[in-house]
């Protein structure tokens, strides 16, 4: 049986108007020809059983696997992960277009490398402009600043920062040595915690290669209160687990966030700032 050198796996839910360009954008960049494979998760959108029939007409080659409950992120992830039968694995978010790419790059890499237990790629939110392609490991003005710099000078540093989870590569050997994502997390922080265990094995390593990009468009995203809520129940999680210190880190956090709360008082926006005040305010019942 045919054994393929890279899986990519998309989890999906409601996202009907991205996975056409999502995976036509996939073909495009297909330098692996039958090397390469496609599977689609979806989490029981609303619209499921069309979007399996529209895949299977329009996709033949694309392994469709249909969840009958929306398990979240990392549940979605790991069961298309699992599936999988390459020993190197794309995530990719539905709304993800690959730009400048070459699988045989991602390969070739982790061949070459065996302590590469992640690739990550340069975000952008346009053809022109550049996105975040980090999260910072540590919500704090010491990271923001330094994420600041690093972007400029397109350097990485897997100390401070993680890889963003709309788009990166994984060793499936690594990815399972620790545990794959937590399915206690149901959205947002899954990167962190990947991460946090990468580095715990003191071998596996992230590469940064951006050589590689892909257009992200979250810029301008509306912010919402409960989707914060959940990150930060997620980053809590995280630091619990490796027995970070809780309190330091929420204090760090608190001052980070301030600074975008006079950042938005000082341009006028007061949206942006109630925003910013229900976060340090729910913050600070943390520490109470």
């Known amino acids: 049986m045919h054994t393929p050198k890279l899986s990519v796996v998309i989890l999906t839910y409601n996202s009907e108007k991205d996975i056409d360009a999502c995976l036509q954008s996939i073909y495009k960049c297909n330098d692996l020809g039958d090397d390469l494979e496609v599977i689609v998760v979806d989490n029981n959108s609303d619209e499921q059983t069309k979007l399996q029939n529209h895949i299977k007409e329009s996709y033949s080659r694309v392994v469709y696997i249909q969840n009958s409950v929306n398990t979240g992120y990392g549940s979605g992830n790991n069961r298309g992960i699992n599936v999988s039968t390459a020993p190197y694995v794309l995530i990719m978010n539905p709304d993800v277009r690959l730009r400048d790419f ?7 890499n982790f061949d070459k490398h065996s302590n590469f237990g992640l690739q990550g ?8 402009q550049r996105g975040a392609s980090f999260v910072m490991l540590k919500p704090c003005l010491i990271s923001f600043f330094s994420q600041k710099i690093y972007h400029k000078l397109d350097l990485y540093n897997s100390r401070l920062f993680c890889f963003h989870g709309s788009c990166f590569a994984l060793r499936k050997a690594c990815f399972k040595s620790v545990g794959y994502f937590n399915e ?14 990468l580095l715990k094995t003191k071998y596996f390593k992230a590469f940064y290669d ?13 912010l919402v209160l409960n989707q914060a809520e959940l990150g930060l ?10 027995g970070l210190n809780r309190r ?9 966030e301030y600074l975008f709360y006079w950042k938005s008082l000082l341009f006028g926006r007061t949206d942006k700032a109630k925003f910013y005040l229900a976060k340090i305010e729910r913050l600070k ?4």
């Not at 070459?102 to 070739?108: G, L, M, P």
């Not at 790629?121 to 022109?128: A, L, P, R």
């Open 102 to 108: 070459s699988f045989q790059r991602i390969v070739a």
């Open 210 to 222: 951006n050589t590689q990009s892909y257009i992200h468009p979250i810029h301008g995203r509306a």
């Open 248 to 256: 330091r880190l929420i204090k760090a956090q608190i001052r980070f």
């Open 285 to 288: 019942e943390l520490l109470a």
């Open 121 to 128: 790629f340069k975000q952008f939110e346009t053809s022109s």
């Open 233 to 242: 129940k997620s980053y809590l999680k995280t630091i619990d687990y490796f």
């Open 184 to 197: 206690e997390v149901f959205l947002y922080g899954e990167e962190r915690y990947l991460h946090y265990h």
